[in-house]
T-cell receptor, first 112, second 117 residues
Framework: AQSVSQHNHHVILSEAASLELGCNYS??????LFWYVQYPGQHLQLLLK??????LVKGIKGFEAEFIKSKFSFNLRKPSVQWSDTAEYFC??????????FGTGTRLQVFP | NAGVTQTPKFRVLKTGQSMTLLCAQD?????MYWYRQDPGMGLRLIHY???????AKGEVPDGYNVSRLKKQNFLLGLESAAPSQTSVYFC????????????????FGEGSRLTVL
């Protein structure tokens, strides 16, 4: 069965710090990969996605993620975080099924 | 442009009561999903549907039933609510993408907060 692991449960950063959130999945075949963001009190919104092609994917608000097939990873990065990036971040995987499986989420707090 | 709409937004139930959550989407999406979100557990798939008249079980289907009588609506029912079903419920929809894998981007509703006493 597919599974998604997000090892960072809670990350606290100061503004301008760099961010990297880990995401690993378990499936050996073709995958679609997603990062969603949930701002406080809101629903989930798509941050970026990978279907095929360039493994370095650019998303909204300066976020990017790199698909490394050999490591089964899709880590999210941002060079310089802002207070407004405070949110919960979810990695998700779809692999040859009709279902999207989510990780447990990483709560990011950014302090001014 | 409403997207995905969930009703009700909030509900408090007593143990044993029944209720139905309604999800409606106006994007003509084939796929619809019900997730529950609990602290520290992320989003877990309850049931989903790949088209009108079809439903399938997700990761945590017990205690829930669903129906998709119309393409734009996906109902989630609790026949006998339990405190363990206290959660925030999210509906989502997506287009079917060609080829494989089959699921594209999910569009989420605002969520429905359910408390079972």
């Amino acid at each position: 069965a597919q599974s998604v692991s997000q090892h960072n449960h809670h990350v606290i950063l100061s503004e301008a710090a760099s961010l990297e959130l880990g995401c690993n999945y378990s499936y050996g075949g073709t995958v679609n990969l997603f990062w969603y963001v949930q701002y406080p009190g809101q629903h989930l919104q798509l941050l970026l996605k990978y279907f095929s092609g360039d493994p370095l994917v650019k998303g909204i608000k300066g976020f990017e993620a790199e698909f490394i097939k050999s490591k089964f990873s899709f880590n999210l990065r941002k060079p310089s975080v802002q207070w407004s990036d405070t949110a919960e971040y979810f990695c998700a995987v779809n692999a040859d099924t009709d279902k999207l499986i989510f990780g447990t989420g990483t709560r990011l707090q950014v302090f001014p | 442009n409403a997207g995905v709409t969930q009703t009700p937004k909030f509900r408090v139930l007593k143990t044993g009561q029944s209720m139905t959550l309604l999800c409606a989407q106006d994007m003509n999406h084939e796929y619809m999903y019900w997730y529950r979100q609990d602290p520290g557990m992320g989003l877990r798939l309850i049931h989903y549907s790949v088209g009108e008249g079809t439903t399938a079980k997700g990761e945590v289907p017990d205690g829930y039933n669903v129906s998709r009588l119309k393409k734009q609506n996906f109902l989630l029912g609790l026949e006998s609510a339990a405190p363990s079903q206290t959660s925030v419920y999210f509906c989502a929809s997506s287009l079917r993408t060609s080829g494989s894998p089959s699921t594209g981007e999910l569009f989420f509703g605002e969520g429905s907060r359910l408390t079972v006493l």
